[in-house]
């Protein structure tokens, strides 16, 4: 099985200020065809999650481009640019190479 | 406008079965590859089951393996999912969503339906 590790667990950000959420994947989520397999969803409170990254930096329809994902292979990076009130809730990275995996959550509040 | 509505949740003894359905709408039900994700009260989001847009392929989480049944008639733009023998750490939310993981934008997600397993 694939392990998804997310740190930190929770984040309070000052609006307007930038906040990065890190994910660890316990084996190599890049194939051959260049693509990482590692997706960024956020759950807002009481809401379902909704997809935000695709494809480890691809932003989904709709998502603010203050939300940007970097990284590749085992080690990925979500960042917010500038937080705003409407970013609170928990974020989940996601593996989808063998079967679909996800971290533990790192919840982010606004200070 | 897209919409996935699951139902059939509710309260369930240890032991028991149940079967929760969601129905789609507002896209073409056929072409895509559905999942079922849950999520128990107050934790992370845990993956059951895939099916592919055909239901030639389905995948199971290992920690559910043998007590799931995933399924979909795409005649009735629906998926269900069969649960045996639940247990009390089956209690959650369940959650229809399209084409998690697809390497996509098609992701979409229900409202969910609640599954409480309690004697």
């Known amino acids: 099985d694939i392990l998804m590790t997310q740190s930190p667990l929770s984040l309070a950000v000052t609006p307007g200020e930038p906040a990065s959420i890190s994910c660890r994947s316990s084996q190599s989520l890049l194939q051959v065809n260049g693509i990482n397999y590692l997706d960024w969803y956020l759950q807002k409170p009481g809401k379902s999650p909704q997809l935000i990254i695709y494809m480890g930096s691809n932003r989904a329809s709709g998502v603010p481009d203050r939300f940007s994902g970097s990284g590749s292979g085992t080690d990925f990076t979500l960042t917010i640019s500038r937080v705003e009130a409407e970013d609170v809730g928990v974020y989940y990275c996601?593996?989808?190479?063998?079967?679909?995996?996800f971290g533990g959550g790192t919840k982010v509040e606004i200070k | 406008e897209v919409q996935l509505v699951e139902s059939g949740g509710g309260l369930v003894k240890p032991g028991g079965s149940l079967k929760i359905s969601c129905v789609a709408s507002g896209f073409t039900f056929s072409k895509f590859t559905m999942n079922w994700v849950r999520q128990a009260p107050g934790k992370g989001l845990e993956w059951v089951s895939t099916i592919s847009s055909s239901s030639t392929y389905i995948y199971y989480a290992d920690s559910l393996k043998g007590r799931v049944h995933i399924s979909r008639d795409n005649a009735k733009n629906s998926v269900y999912l069969q649960i045996d023998g639940l247990r009390d750490d089956d209690t959650a939310v369940y959650y229809c969503?399209?084409?998690?993981?697809?390497?996509?934008?098609?992701?979409?997600w229900g409202q969910g339906t609640l599954v409480i397993v309690s004697s």
């Open positions: 969503a399209r084409a998690v993981g697809s390497s996509s934008a098609d992701d979409f």
């Open positions: 996601m593996q989808a190479l063998r079967g679909l995996t």
